[in-house]
């Protein structure tokens, strides 16, 4: 009798372990669809608050294993995220604009809304426990040309929220031998990863998760 129920609780438990596999995967096949340009706004509410134009720029690498999201502001790529799969688990490294990694893991997938939530597992550079730093994610593909990005967002005992709302967009299909900009193309065709696209360059906002206030200076 023992025997048979602890052949039932294993056969339970890789079951389990599957379906999270599964969903986890497919989580991320989902975020692959994001692949391509994006534009639209991020709003802070909370301690925080404030809101400004901002672009995306996703693509896929590691021979399909993970998905890289540059979020782009005034022309200038300011956060990167990179979502992948650690076995059955999706998880996300998210290097921030205040110059520290958190790494977090998908707790809560709903693929039939599309809506996954990312909850806080460690951090990298991070200066002090008080520190400004995402402790959290939210993500929900509204459908193939809409997509929200919520960043939680904790520093000196204050909490905020960054929503990034983002449509797609359709880029025209340039010449054959020419750049965007109608110029004759002379050098070597290259494939880049990713053509990052070009912030609105009138903000006077401030970028995502600055730790002191202070917008990023270009370089």
């Not at 669809?33 to 809101?51: F, H, I, K, N, Y």
Request: glycine residues 10%; charged residues 25%.
């Amino acid at each position: 009798m023992i025997q048979r129920l602890t052949f039932l609780c294993c056969l339970l438990l890789a079951r389990s372990s599957e379906a999270a596999e599964s969903n986890g995967a497919k989580a991320l096949e989902q975020l692959k669809s994001l692949a391509g340009d994006w534009e639209g706004t991020a709003e802070w509410t909370g301690a925080r608050t404030g809101s400004y134009p901002l672009n995306a720029a996703y693509y896929v690498t590691g021979n399909g294993s993970a998905l890289v999201e540059n979020l782009i502001s005034e022309g200038v790529p300011n956060m990167t995220s990179v979502y992948h799969l650690d076995g059955a688990d999706l998880r996300v490294t998210h290097f921030c604009g205040a110059q520290n990694q958190p790494r977090l893991k998908a707790q809560r997938i709903d693929l039939g809304h599309g809506t996954v939530d990312f909850d806080f597992v460690d951090i990298t550079n991070l200066r002090s426990p008080d520190s400004p730093h995402v402790h959290g994610l939210e993500i929900h593909l509204i459908d193939a040309n809409h997509v929200t990005v919520t960043f939680l967002f904790q520093g000196g005992g204050k909490e905020s929220r960054e929503r990034i709302s983002l449509q797609r967009v359709e880029k025209k299909p340039a010449r054959k031998g020419t750049h965007d900009n109608g110029r004759t193309d002379l050098s070597p065709v290259r494939r880049p990863e990713v053509e990052i696209a070009r912030g609105t360059g009138d903000s006077q906002s401030l970028p995502p998760c600055e730790p002191d206030g202070r917008a990023q200076s270009q370089r």
